[in-house]
């Protein structure tokens, strides 16, 4: 079993910054890649950026690239999401995946509050 818990979540004026942490513990072997998610109100679940074992970083939507950025620290199996110039659109509950052997696993959710 793969544990995944979030830290970093919280209440934000417009233009402020958070960073999310998300530690994973348990069975982990040969990670291919770690991400971030976010829900808001009403809204589907969305993925917001990915990094794979190698590095390699993808951002998807539009509204997050430049604001936001990922990292890894491989070593404490944790993935870190810098969010900067936060909008009130960016207000939702933000879900850490981990993909190892052919699964995903996720975290139980950080929320992420921003107002205007």
């Known amino acids: 079993q793969v544990q995944l818990v979030e830290s970093g979540g919280g209440l934000v004026q417009a233009g402020g910054s958070l960073r999310l942490s998300c530690a994973a513990s348990?069975?982990?072997?040969?990670?291919?890649?770690m991400g971030w998610y976010r829900q808001a109100p009403g809204k589907q679940r969305e993925l917001v950026a990915r990094?794979?074992?190698?590095?390699?970083?993808?951002y998807y939507p539009n509204s997050v690239k430049g604001r936001f950025t990922i990292s890894r620290d491989n070593g404490k199996n944790t993935v870190y999401l810098q969010m900067n110039s936060l909008k009130p659109e960016d207000t939702a509950v933000y879900y850490c995946?981990?993909?190892?052997?052919?699964?995903?696993?996720w975290g139980q959710g950080t929320q992420v509050t921003v107002s205007s």
């Open positions: 995946t981990l993909n190892t052997r052919g699964r995903d696993y």
């Open positions: 348990g069975s982990i072997f040969s990670i291919k890649s």
């Open positions: 990094i794979t074992s190698g590095g390699t970083t993808n």
